[in-house]
């Protein structure tokens, strides 16, 4: 399989990319280098594609089902027992329409944590994008629960097919509902067998007080006292975290996983970019599930994240822990706002090659043995023009419907923003629908 | 000229909609009717337009000029030197475009605030959407500036030309930009020919400082001291209010024009949404200019808006100003973070029924009477779907795509998402930014 770029605007300047297999495998001004599919791509950019490196693909299922909410009434009293009726068939087309959603809006890999993972697994493999798979690991302090979760981990990893464009990794769900015990299991799990492993993290006030409450400590400080913390953590949320757990945090080298949209709408807190940046801690970014963003698209939480950061470039996340009081009206002063930090082009690094360094994939960049997954955006679409800075443009303005064509591993998901197949999964998706109504 | 909009999702139901001239006919089940112009909507909804009431339209021009620039260094040194050079045909061109983005994302109406208004009401007559148009008022405190500005505003609304979806307003910049007298002249001329003001009020901390140093007290205490405050006035971005002047707002019944993203991204502030909605203020929402945007996406806007106030749900303007700082803890740590404010529903009121509100425009609803300005939505957009409540997945999913058809004043300006003469306009800009390149 072989395709070919022509004429094609990177690095300012108009170039050819050709894709050997799944790799870039030369890239230049007019290249001789014939192949099967060749994309006339004048008026486009290529970009690397978009890493969404926290989600639940299946809870597109879930867009717009309980919103404006606090997180646990959202969680308990709608989220949980809405998906505790959800098969294998309604997450497989779930991941399909996210699948799709994420091909429509530039995104080719997510790292994803639910329930019936195969499920989602099928999805991904028939869409053609990649995927962090990971079964929801939860044993609320349950023995038994944690016992039969651990056989299960250890039957699946013996058994797992190597599958092209699928990484498997660990999914403990929190530090609230998975066991001391099983965290301790899972990171030994992990280190043996060399996984990577991807939590949830300091999302809201409440799990920092209840885990003060029940180990003296707080959640980083926690994970640290078990042994857990290291550079295969992907913690998604880290919005409580004090100075002292930072310093943990990028000690450790954990990869921490913004997620802007879904902290915002659950007004759960506001994540310390600044400072955990400041200490070079690698920050991806990810939408969350559909049910806390409402969508997976990437454009909107990269723009959305530097706008949270400009506007409350404060690490809120230690004002009530550190600060004593009479410093604190001068520290919001002085700290507060600042338009010049996460500029569009540190956003768009968060969406791409830092989504690449936590998963260790070779992606992120256009670049001769890379692998071929890119966006080519079209220049005249109207969010793009004038051009007096491209990735400004593309950060700041552009919708969507801007991104003309989608590649995955050397494979052309989409083009001329056609996904083949996608009517079928909005018939599905409809029938989906139809169904919960006449069953509820 | 007559159009029938048949099958048509309406407050849950299918129903035809049949526009007569430039309003809304009737509306209902299977209606007897037939127009010149039949749109089948089978699988569409229709909702009603947005408003977008405060822009700088032509700043299209200057989209992704100059980002992450604090607002005083993006104003004076990049800003304003690069607005001085823009000709009538520059600012027309720049108007053309912002018509076009607005009709593509669903925004029938806008309020402007622009140097070379002819132009931007050229642009306006000729795209076929509605504007509250200004020229915008500077005399930097100098008396023959004012002289010459209040000869000028006296000459236009003398001779200006009553057009159909234009109305014209008052647009002095802001209260460091105008001086006193100015002022109050504008304030009564205001009141003699029955005109809306449009004024930025309150953006920055730094306003209210040299506010406080210049006039011994605050920006809306200082409007106030002059009478210039009213129901006819729209004030753009009011972020660095304290309770007081917010009480003074509501009881002159000022209209208030909340601009998220632009606040966001110039680190401005943050919008204290709770306690102006709590004393009954009119709330619009506009998206500023494309250079603090950088786009005109009422969509975006909705969704941002709602987001911000959910995780910023304390009055951060009134914290400096009037809380001690032995109450500054337990008033941030109780009114901050509250995922259940300013929902979906709220945001697409302040987009619409709030914006027609503010310009006195039969707007904001699809109803038998009013102005036939509306949207349809394509409900198989993968954003819409499923459908478990579509106003959410209107304000917090749907990306501008999902907009098939945008109707202003009865007529259709964008069907299957195509507006006659995008094209031309692209190109247009494009030679404006090959012009732009050569001679600079």
Redesign the interface.
């Known amino acids: 399989m072989s395709v070919l770029i022509k004429n094609v605007l990177l690095n300012d300047q108009v170039q050819d990319v050709f894709i050997e297999g799944n790799r870039f495998e030369a890239i230049g001004p007019d290249l001789d280098a014939s192949a099967r599919e060749v994309i006339e791509a004048t008026d486009m950019a290529v970009f690397p594609s978009f890493i969404n490196a926290h989600t639940h693909a299946a809870m597109?299922?879930?867009?717009?089902?309980a919103?404006?909410?606090?997180?646990y009434t959202?969680l308990n009293d709608h989220i949980w027992p809405f998906e505790s009726k959800l098969t294998y068939d309604d997450i497989y087309i779930g991941a399909k329409?996210a699948c799709?959603?994420m091909i429509?809006?530039g995104t080719t890999f997510f790292c994803d944590m639910y329930w019936h993972m195969p499920a989602t697994l099928r999805a991904v493999s028939e869409m053609g994008i990649r995927a962090a798979l990971s079964s929801v690991f939860i044993d609320f302090n349950d023995p038994r629960k944690a016992k039969d979760f651990r056989a299960r981990t250890r039957k699946f990893f013996r058994e797992k097919e190597d599958l092209d464009r699928i990484l498997y990794t660990l999914g403990p769900h929190a530090i609230y509902t998975v066991s001391r015990d099983s965290l301790i299991w899972i990171s030994e799990f992990a280190a043996e067998n060399n996984l990577l492993i991807n939590i949830h993290l300091a999302e809201t006030?409440k799990e920092v007080e209840d885990c003060v409450k029940t180990h003296g400590m707080r959640p980083v400080e926690y994970l640290e006292s078990l042994g857990f913390l290291g550079p295969n953590v992907a913690a998604a949320h880290v919005v409580w975290v004090t100075a002292k757990e930072m310093d943990i945090l990028a000690e450790r080298e954990v990869k921490v996983v913004h997620n802007p949209?879904s902290?915002?709408?659950?007004?759960?807190?506001?994540f310390a970019f600044k400072e955990l940046s400041n200490r070079g801690v690698c920050i991806g970014l990810g939408t969350d599930g559909?049910s806390s963003?409402?969508?997976l698209?990437m454009l909107?939480e990269m723009?959305?994240a530097?706008?949270?950061a400009?506007?409350?470039?404060f690490d809120?996340a230690a004002?009530?822990a550190n600060i004593l009081?009479?410093d604190?009206?001068d520290y919001?002063?002085s700290a507060?706002?600042?338009?010049?930090?996460?500029?569009?082009g540190q956003a768009l690094e968060c969406a791409t090659v830092n989504g690449a360094g936590i998963f260790g994939l070779d992606m992120g960049k256009i670049a001769v043995g890379m692998l071929a997954d890119c966006i080519l955006i079209n220049l005249?679409h109207?969010?793009l023009?004038?051009?007096?800075?491209?990735v400004?443009?593309l950060v700041?303005?552009a919708?969507?419907?801007a991104i003309d064509t989608t590649i995955c591993n050397g494979r052309v998901l989409m083009q001329n923003r056609k996904v083949p197949g996608?009517e079928k999964i909005?018939e599905e998706?409809?029938n989906?629908?139809n169904r919960?109504r006449t069953t509820t």
Chains 1, 2 share one sequence.
Do not use: Q
Not at 336 to 344: E, H, K, Q, R
């Open positions: 597109t299922l879930l867009r717009g089902f919103d404006d909410l606090e997180l959202w329409l799709l959603e429509k809006t006030r949209v902290n915002m709408k659950l007004g759960s807190g506001i559909c963003n409402n969508n698209d909107e723009k959305i530097a706008l949270l400009k506007s409350s470039s809120s004002v009530p009081e009479e604190l009206k919001l002063e507060y706002l600042d338009p010049t930090i996460f500029t569009a005249n109207h969010t023009l004038p051009r007096h800075d491209l400004s443009n700041y303005s919708s969507s419907e996608e909005i998706i409809k989906w629908e919960l």
